[in-house]
């Protein structure tokens, strides 16, 4: 009798409720999340402007790049953009202030996808413009997660950008 049940088991035939592992698939963000600087911010799509890449117009909401991968993407890279305000209220103000090894969230309709950021960096304009392929390519990433925001603020405008890059570690299901 027990070589019977194990057999079932194993074939498939009787499994516990909600053991079978559950994938979640592709999906459009919903919120980015970064539990270690207290941020949670609304995710839109956003669209390039001629090679202009801006965030949204509300300064509390993050624009996900609809020419990037959906998070959950086995391929590509899904790009994230949002404000930093020098005066406070920007859904990426904080930014400046996370570290390798911190993690960050991507809320989809069906699920989360859990990333660890691996690098940050400060790249002026210029060095943006010219690393454009690494950052915003499509061609490579195996589902990274690429965020950048505004940093150095000169009194009038920003003169350099904080891109974040972190792998994916996790998928939860909704």
């Given at each position: ?9 194993l ?18 963000p ?16 956003i ?6 890449l ?23 890279q ?24 911190q993690?960050?969230?991507v ?11 691996d ?15 690494r950052?915003?390519?499509q061609?490579h990433?195996?589902g ?6 505004c ?12 891109v ?9 299901p909704?």
């Amino acid at each position: 009798m027990v070589v019977l049940a194990v057999a079932m088991v194993l074939a498939g035939l009787v499994w516990p409720a909600g053991s079978a592992a559950v994938e979640v698939p592709p999906g459009a963000p919903k919120r980015l999340e970064l539990p270690g600087l207290h941020t949670r911010a609304k995710v839109v799509p956003i669209r390039l402007d001629g090679q202009v890449l801006d965030p949204p117009r509300n300064p509390r909401e993050i624009g996900w790049w609809v020419g990037s991968a959906k998070p959950g993407s086995a391929q590509g890279q899904t790009v994230v953009t949002g404000h930093t305000v020098h005066t406070g209220g920007g859904s990426l103000n904080k930014l400046d202030h996370i570290k390798e090894g911190q993690e960050v969230d991507v809320v989809t309709k069906d699920g989360t996808f859990q990333h660890q950021v691996d690098s940050v960096e400060v790249l002026s304009r210029k060095e943006l413009a010219e690393q454009a392929q690494r950052i915003f390519g499509q061609d490579h990433g195996d589902g990274r997660l690429v965020i950048i925001t505004c940093t150095d603020w000169n009194g009038s405008s920003y003169d350099s950008n904080i891109v974040v890059m972190a792998h994916r570690f996790n998928a939860l299901p909704s």
